[in-house]
C-alpha cells in the first residue's frame, strides 16, 4: 500500500500550487481521502476531505475559497488545488486514506494520523517571497 505526493516546491505569495497524491495497493475509490498538514513548530491540521465518488468536499476555515480537492478515480489520484497562497499555507501537506466501506457520503474530518487507515509521506510546500 502506497500514498505518494508530489507537486509541492516554493512559491511566492499569492500564487498557486497543485499537489498530487497517487495512491497504490488498495481499492482508491472505496476510501474517503483527506490532506492534512503540519507547519513548522506545530502539529498536524486538517485541511480538506472528499467522500470516495467525490460528492462531498470538506474545506478548513483557513483554507476555504481558496484551496479545492478533486480526485479521479479512474486515476487512482487525489488532488489539492492551492491558490491565493500565503505564508501561513508553509507545511508538509500530507494525503491520508480511511476506508468508507458501502457509503458514498462519508467523509472524516480528523488530524491524527493514527485514525487514518493509510497516510502518505508528505510534500513541502514553501511559501515565500
Known amino acids: 500500500v502506497q500514498l505518494v505526493e508530489s507537486g509541492g516546491g516554493l512559491v511566492q505569495p499569492g500564487g498557486s500550487l497543485r499537489l498530487s497524491c497517487t495512491a497504490s495497493?488498495?481499492?482508491?475509490?472505496?476510501?474517503?481521502m483527506s490532506w492534512v498538514r503540519q507547519a513548522p513548530g506545530k502539529g498536524l491540521e486538517w485541511v480538506s476531505a472528499i467522500a470516495r465518488d467525490g460528492p462531498i468536499v470538506k474545506y478548513a476555515d483557513s483554507v476555504k475559497g481558496r484551496f479545492t480537492i478533486p480526485r479521479d478515480n479512474a486515476q487512482n489520484t487525489l488532488y489539492l488545488q492551492m491558490d491565493s497562497l500565503k505564508s501561513e499555507d508553509t507545511a508538509v501537506y500530507y494525503c491520508?486514506?480511511?476506508?468508507?466501506?458501502?457509503?458514498?457520503?462519508?467523509?472524516?474530518?480528523?488530524?491524527?494520523?493514527?485514525?487514518?487507515?493509510?497516510w502518505g509521506q508528505g510534500t513541502q510546500v514553501t511559501v515565500s517571497s
Open positions: 491520508a486514506a480511511k476506508a468508507a466501506y458501502s457509503t458514498n457520503t462519508y467523509y472524516f474530518t480528523g488530524s491524527s494520523k493514527g485514525r487514518y487507515d493509510y
Open positions: 495497493g488498495f481499492t482508491f475509490s472505496s476510501y474517503a
